[in-house]
């Protein structure tokens, strides 16, 4: 059995298009999605954003389940201009597994190894992401691979961590990060979404472009995870 774990459904819809005889089931009072990839059997996971949620989340996820491996999978922000959006990371510093024969698998996509770091914010400037990559060396933020981690090593669990970028130092969110996500909430506020973009009409071809490499993000992500299934 695989283990996949995604944030938010957004980030894992076009992945659970290849999702086979899915059905839905009910762990410890959170709900999971099991199915196949060709041969694969997968249980997926929706461990929301942040911390406190995640934490909770997985923790009830692992309890007495038995996985092969978990992957934790989604999107991420580039630290620094070596990163390009729609790349993918493979964590070094989280991941447990033999990451040459992963890379192996996914020859045809552009896939950096690299270090991923955990925050428990959206970052919006440009000068903040250049201080954090200096100060961690990492090259990518996220905000719940670290906790996921723990949990595995807890488990005796062997980790994958990929993520795909969506948003670099040059290319930031089109709007502050409060605005397009309440982590308290773990939802999205559409009028508030509205009501700044109506005040800031010059932001609005910037979130045109955001939602085409949003989409582009996760054609990219569900190629690239159902490539890692196959081989695992």
């Known amino acids: 059995m695989i283990a996949v774990t995604f944030a938010l459904p957004a980030e894992s819809s076009q992945f659970m298009r290849w999702v086979r005889n ?20 997968i249980e997926v996971l929706h461990t929301g954003v942040g911390e406190k949620i995640c934490r909770e989340r997985i923790g009830k996820f692992l309890e007495e389940a ?18 390009r959006v729609n790349d993918l990371v493979l964590a070094e510093n989280f991941s447990t597994v033999d990451l040459k024969r992963t890379r192996s698998s996914l020859s045809d996509l552009s896939v950096r190894t690299a270090d991923l770091l955990t925050l428990p914010a959206l970052i919006d400037a440009s000068e903040e992401r250049e201080r954090i990559a200096g100060e961690s060396g990492a090259a990518a933020v996220d905000m ?14 062997p980790l994958l961590s990929l993520r795909v970028i969506t948003d670099t130092p040059r290319e930031l969110f089109p709007a502050p990060a ?5 982590v308290a909430k773990q939802r999205t506020y559409r009028a508030k979404l ?3 973009f109506l005040t800031h ?6 979130l045109v472009q955001f939602a085409r490499r949003i989409t582009r993000a996760r054609q990219i992500l569900a190629s690239a995870l159902v490539a890692v299934v196959n081989k695992l």
């Open 201 to 206: 009409p010059n932001r609005l071809p910037p």
């Open 22 to 41: 899915k059905s839905r089931a009910d762990r410890n009072g959170i709900r999971i999605v099991r199915g196949t990839i060709d041969d694969h059997a």
């Open 66 to 83: 038995q996985f092969h491996v978990l992957i934790s999978t989604g999107f991420a922000g580039a630290l620094n201009d070596q990163l």
């Open 194 to 196: 509205a009501r700044f």
């Open 144 to 157: 719940e691979t670290e906790f996921i981690a723990r949990a595995c090593a807890a488990h005796g669990i």
């Open 178 to 182: 409060n605005v397009l996500f309440d």
